[in-house]
């Protein structure tokens, strides 16, 4: 087996796992009862699938010149989607949108309490 046929598995079975984080986000956001639940489930595989995709299509184009911009896509992904969810969930925290009986440990009620 030469080494691009290395390349090729590997690529092909990250590929695989990132479609698979993906599809689980899909599932998780139709399947989980509340918004905090939907928010992670968004967030979290989305972007670990999306790394996993990226670098499979990485292996497959490894002379080419746009792995550079499979880099910016993961990193401007990687940048927002977390700041994107935190702040829906505060907005859904404040505006009362979010179930309180799923709530484990509820910090962010001590904080706003104290202001």
Do not use: C, N
Not at 50 to 58: A, T
Not at 71 to 91: E, K, N
């Amino acid at each position: 087996m030469t080494t691009a046929e290395i390349l090729d598995w590997i690529a092909v079975i990250l590929l695989l796992l990132g479609a698979l984080l993906s599809f689980a986000a899909g599932v998780g956001l139709v399947r989980f009862p509340d918004l905090l639940s939907r928010l992670h489930t968004a967030a979290k595989p989305q972007i670990l699938g999306l790394v996993l995709i990226s670098v499979g299509l990485g292996l497959r184009l490894f002379p080419d010149s746009r792995i550079g911009i499979l880099f910016l896509v993961v990193l401007f992904q990687i940048l927002t989607v977390p700041v994107a969810s935190h702040i829906a969930g505060r907005v859904a925290y404040r505006t009362g949108r979010i179930r309180r009986d799923l709530i484990g440990v509820d910090e962010l009620e001590e904080q706003l309490d104290r202001h």
